[in-house]
Structures are given as C-alpha cells and as structure tokens.
C-alpha cells in the first residue's frame, strides 16, 4: 500500500485539549481521524502533531490534504 485510502470525504470537526497526537495517514483506522495501528504492514506511518492551546479543529478524513492533518478542501473534488 503506498497511497493511503479514503476514509471519508468530509472533515472530521473536533475540539482538542492541549496535547500530541496521531493523525492516521492510511485512512485504515477505525478511530478516524486518528491512528489505531491499523497502518501496520501498510509502510504508512501516522502523523504526530500537536496542540498547544484548547482549539476548534477541522482533520483530513480524506487523507488527500496539502494542509495535513487539517482540511484544505481538497475533499470537494473528489
Ligand atoms: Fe492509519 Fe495508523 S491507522 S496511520
Ligand atoms: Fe481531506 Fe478535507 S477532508 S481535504
């Protein structure tokens, strides 16, 4: 597997406290939009990122973003 899958063609909007955390990159995770090591085997990895202040956030459930792991829209075309 060397391109990751769609896991929904909409963004997921969610609140997240200060933190780390892994955006799931393949699109395999049941915890969409987060890595639940479903990738493994796939030779894709999460991305980790983090937050540092109580924010509203918009994820990539598409997994086709230039903005990774935030949404830039690229879900409309597709
Ligand atoms: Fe998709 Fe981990 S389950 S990157
Ligand atoms: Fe992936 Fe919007 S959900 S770009």
Not at 12 to 30: D, I, N, R, V
Not at 50 to 63: G, H
């Amino acid at each position: 597997m060397d391109k990751p899958i769609i896991a929904k063609k909409e963004p997921a909007g969610l609140t997240l406290e200060p933190g780390k955390y892994f955006w799931c990159a393949c699109g395999l995770s049941k915890a969409q939009p987060f890595c639940d090591g479903s990738h493994k085997g796939t030779g894709l990895a999460p991305m980790k990122f983090e937050i540092a202040e109580t924010q509203e956030v918009w994820l990539c459930q598409c997994k086709q973003s230039c903005a990774k792991p935030y949404c830039d829209g690229t879900h409309e075309g597709l």
